[in-house]
């Protein structure tokens, strides 16, 4: 063993080359562009090896969930290359839970024993749903680099692993617990650090005394899982050349120059050869956009065209500088801003608050104004350039600097926009036009350009936060700057989609800014004067943060905003390319009204600060930001509507919304639901100081589903001395007194009617409403059903005992839902948003169970209608005493002639007069259920016997609680209890 320990005992210091961060674009939505892992986990998706999911339309990777013995197994396959070699070891059944048919059978079989990377539980099993745990994920790493000797020698599993995993570089950004179960994010970042590590191979197999050396060390070649295993080539170099420079790029295979190679990486990607740069096609990579930035990049050989590709590539942060500033911020170019004697001259430019920077140009930069090299004899010529009018042109300056020896920028790229920037109002996309708005001075204009990116006469590219873009990725309120080169074969189209919502509350005219909401802004081609201020709107800006666009907010009084929304509609616009959502209100001067949404709606939803929706997510996102009043299912419009406020822009489009919300603020626009009584004299509902201008609307009879039932009234019209009325107050947001600014009252307060179907009570709970929050809800079963349903409450729903006159319902004691129990006979009404406003229960289970409940009763509605309520129970006939109200079984043959109350009772409960449904309701202590059904055959009296001291013996009772209504029964009930004894004059 003198060998092995000698080898062993190698410091691993010096030997490591571990990856600068070289980062693919990230394609997870899941995944922030500054976390530690974010470059592990899109490189390792581009690999193949550790892939994200694809779920509802997006792309996730899911840092966070942990990684199984299984899931770990596949990873270190592909971490090796041995992914179609795995594929033959499927049948290998070498642990009986992972059989030919698991889906990482292959991978499990593969490399079980491989290194001594990893092995089964020693019972015949390997647990492939097992969570792995940290210390476990490292232990297969450092055995898959080779280095198991060494880690056995420094303590074994697990300090020995550990520690050498942590001198190989493999913990680093990927820290995890000894005991807990490893994160995805964890694992990625672990194989990632892996990929570079110099492997460790065994170079004598003599059993006695075996020998190890660390690739890369001495006259040893380096190896590495991402050169040897995967076949990928990690280069160093500069980006001196992209197909934006191209005059007649191949849209098909792009490609970038990559030069100031270093041998090594020439020669891995060469072999012996002295070229120092290489032409590529950039894959799927962002190449083009690291123009004059030193990169690292990962390279791989195509195995259909055998062309060598991008697979990622990022800027070095070590290595570059960036900064970019606009054309009308640079500084006048003086004498003695250039320096002979060094070699540079100097660039400034002046910031918002007044602040000074300043940059040095190398004499050898590369110049590029657009996409077109240009040249410069001296510095006095690039001086000549930069002192002509520079600042009166519209674009931006980026200068680049990829040298860490020097402070001097080596490439400089000079952008002037084509005129005009525009805010996109429509797409075509099958003729590839945009029609557009765009401001010249003050003016507003429209025009419309083809921009097509798949033309073969010109070449577009569309550019949004950095990475290329379709002409179908547009959307309707985007911002559009253009760049093109001299001879107009290449557009860079930039696009944004910002845009900031505030109020101007100051103009620099000679500095060309404004402040809008405590922030300067410069603005292009717009302009501002003082009459301005005060001003507010939505500002659409450039890929420069510049003003290009203005779209100014009509200012109305409070009161004029308020309207009574009724319904909306979703429909593709003109282009088919985007959704366009149109209401339908009532305004409050009483006329109705539909108005389409502007591309950029702010709303503001009370209990949550105010939120932007573009129209394009605007359905998916409609329920939640306006509480429900504006509501989208597959298309159709399935919102409550309701009072709201809203403001118009100067294109006719609604641009801001206000829904109210149930806390009384002075912040938002809020409600108080009330049922009061109005003062003529004090102009008050109760406590609520009416304002005198405020906005009514009613709806008849509580019923909004039709829009002649809303209307917008008067006071004198609406209110009547000393009379109750029901509704909803509102509060504007600039309401300091809680005075109410609008109403909607019911002109007719919806009740419960007594014709209104039984409701059989189930349970009284809390549940989760269509906005996803807890509310208060009755479950139970109605019109015959045998299925519950579930009805909620309406914040100020009236609950009360029913309570009967010969003349008209009244209410009575009054409730709390949680005093509701199972088999409660309830009727209720509901408001204009399907919640129950009204509930009286008819007939308790508990008085049902405690035979201390029961009543007849004859007397007349509002719609005077004969309504009969029979309560009774199942007796033979004969057996009780005159004056017992009772439900006579023996009489089923009894035809409608009969004229005997009792026998008229059992001719009404026969099958021919059911005019409605039967539930029977099984009660007891410990249990209940219930049937429906549309008879009353399973009625029996069976089990009682009713003696002449007016007590009833036996076990199973059945009670019969019916509503007829004009002489037919439209519902009833039949209890089934168990009954010990009870007295009948509780009956009569």
Known sequence: MKTFSKILSLSLAGVMALSTAAMAKNPFHDVPQDASYTEAVTMLNDLNILIGYEEDGGFYFKPDQTITRAETAKVIVGSLGFMDAAKASANLNLFRDVDSAHWAAGYVNHIAGYNNIIAGYGDGTFGPSDEVLYEQVLKMVVC???????????????????????????????????????????????????????????????????????????????????????????????????????????????????????????????????????????????????????????????????????????????????????????????DSAVNEKKGFITLSYEDADGNTHSFKVDKNAVFYENMDEKSFESLSDIKAYFAGDMASRQGRITLVQNETQDNYADYVFVEFIDRPEYVITGLNENKKRITFEYMDGSARKTGNEVLDDESEDGWVFFIRDGEEIGFNDLKEGDVVSKISNKAGSVIKAYVTSDTLEGKITSVNEDKKTVTISGNRYDFSDISFDTSNIGDSGIFYLNQNGQIIFFDRTENKTSQDDFAYLFAAAAEENTWGTSTKVTIRVLDADGTWNEYELAQKVIIANGASEEKTADTEEFLAKASSLTNGMIAFEDGKFTGNGGIMQYKVNSNGKVSHIMVPHAELSSDYLSYVAFEEDYSEEDNTLGKIDIAEDAVIFTVQGGDSSEEDNIKVSSLSSVFSDGDTYSGVYYVTEDNETDMASALLVNTRPASVKQDASFFIVSEATQTENKEGEAQEAIIGYQNGSSEPVTIFLADDAMLHEEALAEDAPQKGEALSYTDLKEGDVIAYAVNESGEICELRRLISSERVLSQSAGFANTYKDVEDQDVEILFGFAAEKGTTKTGISYIDLSAHAFDDETETDNVEMIGRLRENKLDGSVYYAHLSAKNFSISASDNFDDISAANIRIKNDATVKGGEGHFVYAKLVDGEIIDAVVFIVDCAEFDLNQYK
Do not use: C
Request: aromatic share 8%; no cysteine.
């Open 144 to 334: 898959a680099l080779g280095y198991y000797p060494m880690a056995m020698q420094r303590g074994g599993y697990p300090s020995g692993f550990l520690a050498v995993a942590s001198e190989l570089g493999l913990t680093k950004g990927a820290s995890g617990n000894i005991g807990e179960p490893a994160k995805r994010s964890v694992v990625a970042r672990i194989i990632y650090n892996a990929l570079d590590v110099p492997m460790m191979k065994q170079i004598s197999w003599d059993a006695q005394n075996p020998e190890y050396i660390i690739t890369g060390t001495g006259d040893h070649e380096k190896e590495t899982l991402l050169e040897d295993h995967l076949d990928v080539v990690r280069i160093d170099g500069i980006v001196s050349e992209t197909f934006y420079q191209q005059e007649n790029p191949d849209k098909e295979n792009l490609s970038v120059t990559i030069s100031d190679l270093n041998e090594e990486d020439a020669s891995a990607l060469f072999g012996d050869s002295d070229t120092r740069e290489i032409t590529i096609g950039i894959g799927s990579t962002d190449a083009a956009l690291h123009h004059g930035y030193a990169v690292t990049a990962y390279v791989y050989t195509d195995e259909d065209s055998a062309e060598k590709k991008l697979l990622a590539i990022a800027p070095r942060s070590a290595r570059n500088t960036a900064n970019t500033f606009s054309l009308s911020d640079l500084a006048p170019v003086k």
